[in-house]
């Protein structure tokens, strides 16, 4: 077995999928076609997915021998650019530790999920296994929200349950933080440097703005902590204006970001951003302040109870319930109404040049999936 998936992950690391809205990538096209070519081999009816050009999804239904609702595993195509690595895009091996390019993050699940289609192309599960092999993880979900809004429903039988396979070091992720971004702008009137009292300063006002998120922050880590997700917190992140050193900025922009908790509610966030605008408008001075959400990811939580959770717990009964600060695809399908759990393998260096992945681990995933499959 691990012979079988140093080779398979070599491939895989050897395509650059780096996603192009973060790093200059080519998306995820050429690999999507390399593993909609492997799993026509195997026999299987594999559908490759255009969503966006050079962006696309692989899905592909291996089908079960009884009627019961199936499961869905899940694993992304894209990665994080390389800037900084010396040789991304082969596969290195130390020991037990697999380096590259998404080895950890996450070519190390696609391998095991092309092996697990592998096993069952000769030997048919007792339900129908959705793979579904999505893009854009890494940005704006683009591949897996085709699948939600676009693909599942197309199908006779929902899947019951959906596994993740995001590098969780073995424990069973029930939960992750969700994230919203905001943004204001700040409208002055532009003049010379000479003349300040002919314009209004539209950088100035930031400050009571980041006042404000500053005080917010020391309020969300004064909360109740979640017992797996920790705190709810917030960044400032980017800020833009002005045009010249020697004009009075007539515009500004102030853009941060909000981690959120499942528990935590839409009027409670919406007030923090009311609260922001009120702290620039009240500022001394004539300008004028617009603000609005930009983008929503909403936090997820999986019942403890949930068929899925426990055919994964019984399958690997020495793992942990644990909670992720990141956000992921399986809010999309848990929103969506189907239960669903991360579980990955161990590893280090997502989005770092040291990315590596435990080739222990990715067999110790291979064999508890196979484990939920085969029981499900």
């Known amino acids: 077995m691990e012979t079988r998936i140093v080779s ?52 592909a239904i291996i089908s079960g021998t009884n009627q019961r609702q199936g499961l869905l595993l899940n694993g992304h195509l894209d990665t994080v650019g390389v800037e900084g690595m010396s040789n991304p895009f082969n596969l290195g091996k130390d020991g037990d530790r697999l380096y590259g390019r998404g080895a950890y993050d996450m070519k190390g699940s696609l391998a095991i999920m092309l092996l697990i289609a592998e096993t069952l192309s000769k030997q048919p599960p007792p339900v129908d296994i959705l793979l579904t092999f999505t893009a854009d993880e890494e940005d704006k979900s683009l591949g897996m929200e085709y699948i939600v809004q676009k693909w599942l429903p197309t199908l006779l039988r929902q899947p019951s349950g959906a596994l993740f396979l995001e590098p969780t070091e073995l424990e069973i992720g029930i939960c992750h933080k969700g994230f919203t971004w905001y943004e204001i702008d700040v409208i002055g009137k532009a003049a010379h440097g000479s003349r300040p009292s002919e314009g209004i300063d539209a950088i100035l006002p930031l400050q009571a703005a980041l006042a404000e998120l500053k005080e917010i922050e020391m309020e969300l880590s ?37 981690r959120t908790l499942p528990e935590e509610s839409p009027e409670g966030l919406k007030n923090e951003l009311k609260r922001v605008m009120a702290a620039v408008e009240n500022f001394q001075g004539n300008h004028q302040v617009n603000g609005r959400e930009s983008f929503v990811r909403h936090p997820y939580r999986v019942p403890e109870d949930a068929e899925i959770v426990k055919k994964l717990k019984a399958a690997s009964p020495r793992s942990q319930f644990t909670g992720l600060s990141f956000w992921a695809d399986s809010a999309l399908s848990g929103l969506a109404g189907i239960p669903s759990v991360l579980f990955g393998p161990v590893g280090h260096g997502a989005h770092a040049v040291d990315e590596w992945v435990s080739l222990k681990s990715l067999v110790r995933v291979y064999e508890v999936l196979m484990q939920v499959i085969r029981t499900s």
């Open 222 to 258: 004064h909360r109740r902590n979640d017992p797996l997700l920790g705190s709810a917190t917030l960044h400032a992140s980017l800020v833009a204006g002005g045009s010249e050193l020697s004009m009075i900025p007539s515009k500004s922009k102030l853009q941060w970001e909000r």
């Open 8 to 59: 398979v992950l070599s491939k895989l690391v050897e395509i650059n999928s780096v996603n192009p809205t973060l790093s200059n990538g080519p998306g995820e096209r050429e690999i999507a076609e390399f593993i909609a070519r492997y799993l026509e081999n195997l026999g299987l009816d594999a559908e490759i997915q255009t969503i966006a050009p050079q962006r696309a999804n692989v899905v």
